[in-house]
């Protein structure tokens, strides 16, 4: 490839535009064949200085596909295993369980974010301009045993529901060094980036060339005050797109790098590939610290990022190798949706065109309602509120459609479109503004079957496999302080919390 495509690079430039993101990188690899690289902006505003493909940006929860391989190569090495208690390889603090009849957290359910473990540790966190997750430049950065020194704590029971928790992959990070004795960034060095020759990357601030440094800016389009990470193992990675393009190309080699050399071995690889937490049988859901969905028969692999001033993709197409890397240092941009347009660009993706609109009365009963996240636990639920507000909503209108919508985003509704007529609870979301198609799936939720409250699984996100469950009136108007707070706080809770 010499060049994106003309719509596409139009399109880019309206976006950044759009969303106030001053630059953006982008990488594309296909197998072994040179990496092309198409940066576009400015990594400083002030200085008006250029993204180059040397630009180093805060890639955010990208970083947990090396946790991920990390700790899984200690597994395929027989050091611990997916089901072992996590408070077995503790030092010093521990989870701490909702109370004693809890079953134990596994390191299975830190990877696919089911440990019921507050991602918030303490509420009073949500105030403060890093979640718990930062401190300003300059200042100490507190160590793992004092950040949890009061123990790790869950608000829910594990497997009970799918919630987005940095702290869980915090907590492999501290595993890992416990068992290697190494320092989780040295470790990671050694098994990954160096091998894989990624020079320009590291989990250590020190170690990165401040002239190559991006500048983060927030959704308004200000430059964000630059901060250090707490949460290194699940945000705290600096990269490029072509040293992230180097990654993608050693994962879809089987683990192999350019010189022909084991970096992960493939068992470790296709266990993170494998579905391992799917609410709906008929989409794709979670595998082991990797995000997983299908796109036109296609299936992918992949994890967003977001962090102060910065928002990332990270996607592989294993069955057609083919990577995608799109990094910007803005709030807003929408890296997701450049990421699915040059893959359906490069492979020639069909989108999929239900002609089924009108959806059977009994159905349309059936689904139509507010939804909102599981009860039982607030906090726990805050990545649901970021993505959507306070509820999702399914609405007959007057057209005789049904629509999706959501107190945030979807304001003004998304066509549901029946993908089969013989298996009505499946839609895709009308929205011409994107590239990939949203998928929702409606069923009886498994999570607790005997109630036979309706749920909705929301896919794909950029936290995850969203379940939702139908609101009664009554829970409806119990949530009523709730939706009107995030309806006020909304922004500050959006651009607050990475």
Same mark, same amino acid.
């Given at each position: ?55 180093? +940006? ?7 596909? +090396?946790?991920?391989?990390? +700790? ?52 009073? %966190? ?17 160590? =793992? ?21 940095? %702290?869980?992959?915090?907590?492999? /990070? ?27 990357? &590291? ?23 630059? &901060? ?64 997983? $969905? ?9 994890? /967003? ?83 959507? /507000? ?13 629509? +999706?919508?959501?107190? =945030?985003? %979807? ?14 609870? %499946? ?10 198609? $949203? ?60």
């Amino acid at each position: 490839m010499d060049d994106l495509p003309g719509e596409i690079l139009d399109w880019v430039a309206q976006k950044m535009v759009e969303t106030g993101t001053p630059g953006v990188s982008i990488s594309i690899f296909q197998d072994s064949a040179p990496t092309f690289t198409k940066t576009i902006g400015l990594r400083d505003v002030a200085n008006q200085l250029p993204i180059t493909p040397e630009t180093v +940006f805060r890639v955010g929860s990208i970083s947990k596909l +090396f946790t991920t391989l990390a +700790f899984l190569t200690l597994w395929n090495q027989g050091k611990v295993g997916l089901d072992d208690e996590v408070n077995n390889y503790l030092p010093g603090f521990k989870i701490k369980y909702k109370d004693a009849n809890s079953p134990p957290v596994t390191f299975r359910h830190l990877l696919t974010h089911r440990s019921g473990i507050r991602d918030l540790i303490k509420l009073r %966190h949500i105030f403060n301009r890093y979640a718990g997750g930062g401190v300003p430049i300059g200042a100490k950065i507190p160590t =793992w045993g004092e950040m949890y020194a009061g123990g790790v704590p869950c608000e829910i029971y594990p497997d009970q529901k799918f919630a987005y928790c940095n %702290h869980a992959f915090v907590l492999i /990070g501290v595993v890992i060094e416990e068992i290697t004795g190494k320092c989780y960034a040295d470790y990671v060095r050694e098994l990954i980036l160096t091998p894989t020759h990624m020079n320009d990357s &590291s989990f250590e601030r020190a170690e990165i060339n401040e002239d190559l440094l991006a500048k983060g800016y927030n959704w308004k389009g200000r430059e964000i005050r630059d &901060s250090l990470s707490t949460v290194g193992p699940a945000g705290g990675l600096f990269s490029t797109t072509p040293d992230l393009a180097k990654f993608g190309q050693m994962l879809l080699a089987g683990g192999i790098n350019e010189a022909g050399e084991l970096v992960v071995e493939k068992r470790a690889i296709d266990a993170a590939w494998n579905p391992v937490y799917r609410p709906d049988p008929k989409m794709q859901g979670y595998g082991l610290g990797f995000m997983l $969905k299908d796109v036109g028969g296609h299936p992918l692999v992949y994890h /967003g990022g977001l962090t102060w001033g910065f928002i990332s993709q990270f996607f592989l197409a294993p069955e057609d190798q083919v990577g995608v890397v799109v990094l910007a240092n803005g709030s807003r941009f929408a890296p997701e949706d450049a990421s699915h347009r040059i893959f359906k660009e490069l492979v020639g993706v069909e989108d999929l065109h239900p002609e089924i609109t009108k959806v059977p009365q009994n159905i349309a009963k059936q689904i139509c309602g507010e939804y909102g996240p599981f009860r039982g636990g607030v906090v726990t639920n805050t990545r649901f509120y970021m993505g959507f /507000g306070g509820y999702v909503k399914v609405s007959r209108r007057r057209d005789g459609n049904l629509y +999706f919508s959501a107190q =945030w985003t %979807h304001k003004k509704g998304d066509k549901m479109l029946m993908i089969d007529r013989d298996d009505p609870l %499946h839609f895709l979301l009308e929205n011409n503004d994107v590239a990939f198609q $949203k998928q929702v799936g409606f069923n009886i939720l498994e999570e607790n079957p005997a109630s036979k409250k309706m749920g909705v699984t929301l896919l794909p996100y950029l936290f995850g496999p969203f379940v939702a469950q139908k609101r009664s009136w009554g829970d409806q108007v119990r949530s009523l302080p709730l939706k009107m707070l995030l309806s006020i706080g909304g922004k500050f809770i959006k651009d607050t919390i990475p």
